[in-house]
């Protein structure tokens, strides 16, 4: 089993949709989590960062930690086709915090 | 700043061939890494470098081998290339390794072992 599991998709949505993104986790020592955003053939950029659970707001994009869920998710609002792209989620602990273990990204198609 | 460059772009070899993946980055950044990807498997560590000259395995060290000399260059080889190794490798870099620090990555380099 994976220590990450996220649904590849495709997810595919009408420009304006709010779009949900998930991931799922088994290891309890996870303390940093990160969405990063991948363009087709490029590197992965860091989009959104949060440590330990809650809610972090910046511009039309929310991330979410549940930690009692071991679940972390990423809303988009107002989607536009520049958004789409795979987001990956990942996560690392607080003794190896330079060590993330990857999602396998979810695609997500944003329809004009 | 070009950050994160990595040469070459893409790169076709023959099973038993070797080759290094070179890796710069002018942020100067103390810590990088050498990640591969694959479908469904999402990115993987394959070795890490805190710092100049220090080295270290990460979740798919072998078959690879790495090369710290100087601060802003991170070497990745293959010393005998298997079509188990094709994949998109990635570097990256941070400011540090102690918290989070946010690491930074190229643009890749897709390897194809025949």
């Known amino acids: 089993q994976k220590e990450v599991e996220q649904d590849p998709g495709p997810l595919s949505v009408p420009e304006g949709a709010i779009v949900s993104l998930n991931c799922t986790y088994s290891?309890?020592?996870?303390?940093?989590f990160m969405w990063y955003r991948q363009y087709s053939r490029k590197g992965p950029e860091l989009l959104m960062y949060?440590?330990?659970?809650g809610n972090k707001e910046d511009g039309r994009f929310t991330a979410q930690v549940d930690k009692s869920s071991k679940y972390i998710s990423l809303f988009i609002r107002d989607s536009q086709p520049s958004d789409s792209a795979t987001y990956l989620c990942?996560?690392?602990?607080?003794?190896?915090?330079?060590?993330?273990?990857f999602g396998s990204g979810t695609r997500l198609l944003v329809r004009p | 700043n070009a950050g994160v460059t990595q040469t070459p772009k893409f790169q076709v070899l023959k099973t038993g061939q070797s080759m290094t993946l070179q890796c710069a980055q002018d942020?100067?950044?103390?810590?990088m890494y050498w990640y591969r990807q694959d479908p469904g498997m999402g990115l993987r560590l394959i070795y890490y470098?805190?710092?100049?000259?220090?080295?270290d395995k990460g979740e798919v060290p072998d078959g690879y081998n790495v090369s710290r000399l100087k601060k802003q260059n991170f070497l990745l080889g293959l010393e005998s290339a298997a079509p188990s190794q094709t994949s998109v490798y990635f570097c990256?870099?941070?400011?540090?390794?102690?918290?989070?620090?946010?690491?930074?990555f190229g643009p890749g380099t897709r390897l194809t072992v025949l």
């Open positions: 990256a870099s941070s400011l540090g390794s102690s918290s989070y620090n946010e690491q930074f």
């Open positions: 290891n309890s020592a996870f303390q940093y």
């Open positions: 949060t440590y330990s659970s």
């Open positions: 990942a996560m690392s602990r607080t003794d190896s915090s330079y060590k993330l273990i």
């Open positions: 942020m100067n950044h103390n810590s």
């Open positions: 470098s805190a710092s100049e000259g220090t080295t």
